[in-house]
């Protein structure tokens, strides 16, 4: 059974960072696509960032690119999404995802292809 498991999330102050964290079982990792998504309040759920092996096929939705950094430690089964320079819209559940791969890039994939997801962490991003 796979599980992942979201942590890092929490309140801070708009310019600052987070780091997220996805730890991943039940699975060989490296046969996964892993990506991020947010949801918040009202609103539809949106693909953040997504990632294949260590780096060789990543994706990022433009509101977040040059502030957010996908990776993936495969040693540790774990996937982070660094965030910098935070803004009040950022503001949302951030949820990990894994599929199995099937040889296309990882931003061919909506949220209604992932099989597994986590619980969630809460970003706020407020002063």
């Known amino acids: 059974q796979v599980q992942l498991v979201e942590s890092g999330g929490g309140l801070v102050q708009p310019g600052g960072s987070l780091r997220l964290s996805c730890a991943a079982s039940?699975?060989?990792?490296?046969?996964?696509?892993i990506g991020w998504f947010r949801q918040a309040p009202g609103k539809e759920r949106e693909g953040v960032s997504c990632?294949?092996?260590?780096?060789?096929?990543?994706s990022y939705e433009d509101s977040v690119k040059g502030r957010f950094t996908i990776s993936r430690d495969n040693t540790k089964n774990t996937m982070y999404l660094q965030m910098n320079n935070l803004k009040p819209e950022d503001t949302a559940v951030y949820y990990c995802?894994?599929?199995?791969?099937?040889?296309?890039?990882?931003?061919?994939?909506?949220?209604?292809?992932?099989?597994?997801w986590g619980q969630g962490t809460q970003v706020t991003v407020s002063s």
């Open positions: 990632i294949i092996d260590t780096g060789s096929n990543t």
């Open positions: 039940g699975l060989t990792f490296d046969d996964y696509v």
């Open positions: 995802a894994a599929r199995p791969l099937d040889g296309f890039g990882c931003q061919a994939y909506t949220s209604y292809d992932y099989d597994s």
